[in-house]
C-alpha cells in the first residue's frame, strides 16, 4: 500500500507539534521550578541577621550541595539569577499558588511538575496576574533590562512574535522600547 504525501506530513506535522509543546512545557516546569528556588532562596535569607552576608553564603552553599547531586545549572551566579528572577516577579504569582508547589517534600514526577505548571498558569482558575511564557534563557536576559515597564513590554513583544533569544536581544540592542 502506497502512502500519500498528505497523510504523511499530517502524521509528521502532529509529532513535530507534539515534540514542540512538550519541549515548550519543560521550558516552562524549569521557569516556575527556578521561580521557586528563588522564593525559598529568598525566605532562608530572610531568617538571616546579617542579611547580605548569610545570603551570600547560601546561595554559595546550595550551589555547592545542588551542583554535587544534579551537576551543572546551579552554579552560584545561577541561583543568584534565580533569586532576582522571583524578586523581580514576586508580585505576578499569589503567595498561596506558591505554597500549593512546597506541597510534596519530595520533587514531583513530570506528571506532577505538569500538574503544578498548569496550577500556576491558572489554568485550573487559580489567579496569576500575568503567566510566564517564554524559556528560562529569554528570562535571564530580561534580568538585565532595569525598569520593569521596559522589561515587560519586552517579555510580551517576545511572547507575541516569537521571538527567539536572538531576536529578543536583536530588538532589544535596536532600542524597540
Not at 496576574?129 to 534580568?143: A, C, E, G, I
Request: aromatic letters at 10%; hydrophobic letters at 40%.
Amino acid at each position: 500500500m502506497k502512502i500519500t504525501p498528505a497523510f504523511f506530513d499530517g502524521i509528521r506535522e502532529l509529532i513535530a507539534g507534539a515534540r514542540t509543546t512538550v519541549a515548550r512545557g519543560v521550558d516552562l516546569v524549569q521557569v516556575h521550578t527556578n521561580f521557586e528556588i528563588g522564593r525559598r532562596i529568598v525566605q532562608e535569607e530572610q531568617r538571616g541577621k546579617d542579611r547580605a552576608a548569610y545570603g551570600k553564603q547560601v546561595t554559595q552553599a546550595l550551589a555547592e550541595r545542588l551542583t554535587a547531586e544534579f551537576g551543572r545549572g546551579f552554579s552560584d551566579t545561577n541561583l543568584k539569577l534565580m533569586r532576582l528572577f522571583y524578586l523581580q516577579n514576586q508580585q505576578r504569582i499569589r503567595q498561596s499558588v506558591t505554597d500549593e508547589f512546597n506541597a510534596s517534600p519530595k520533587s514531583p514526577s513530570l506528571t506532577g511538575q505538569l500538574a503544578i505548571l498548569q496550577s500556576l498558569t491558572g489554568e485550573l482558575g487559580l489567579p496569576v496576574l500575568r503567566p510566564f511564557t517564554l524559556s528560562w534563557t529569554h528570562y535571564v536576559f530580561l534580568l538585565r533590562v532595569k525598569g520593569p515597564n521596559e522589561r515587560s513590554f519586552y517579555e510580551i513583544e517576545a511572547a507575541e512574535q516569537n521571538w527567539t533569544v536572538r531576536e529578543l536581544k536583536r530588538q532589544f540592542d535596536c532600542g524597540l522600547y
